[in-house]
Nanobody
Framework: QVQLVESGGGSVQAGGSLRLSCQVSGNTEKRYCMGWFRQAPGKDREGILVIDNDDSASSKGRFTISKDNAKNVLHLQIDNLKTEDSAMYYC?????????????????????WGQGTQVTVSS
């Protein structure tokens, strides 16, 4: 199993950027699909991006997921932050390859989760 610890959240103004980090420890020799999710109060959890073990980075709009395999750290870069980005952000892992459905509302549940890091964006 793996342990995940997020950091890097905070309060920022709209238009700014943040880079969240997720330190991965434990059985990192296994192949995992890793991802970033977020949940705002009163809303369902939302998948942002996932990345396979052999990939280094992937982007979708204002969001970029990247990995530093040497340091076992997963990052999420968020640019041009908007107030609707305010949420608790979680990194998560599941054994094996990522699936197309992993960031969809009815995607599978990831096995391992961090405690989350709060992002608050003010206008």
């Amino acid at each position: 199993q793996v342990q995940l610890v997020e950091s890097g959240g905070g309060s920022v103004q709209a238009g700014g950027s943040l880079r969240l980090s997720c330190q991965v420890s434990g059985n990192t020799e296994k192949r995992y699909c890793m991802g970033w999710f977020r949940q705002a109060p009163g809303k369902d959890r939302e998948g942002i991006l996932v990345i396979d073990n052999d990939d280094s980075a992937s982007s979708k709009g204002r969001f970029t997921i990247s990995k530093d395999n040497a340091k076992n750290v997963l990052h999420l870069q968020i640019d041009n932050l908007k107030t609707e980005d305010s949420a608790m952000y979680y990194c998560a892992a599941v054994k094996g390859l990522c699936l197309f459905s992993d960031t969809l509302p009815r995607g599978r549940n990831f096995t391992y989760w961090g405690q989350g890091t709060q992002v608050t964006v003010s206008s």
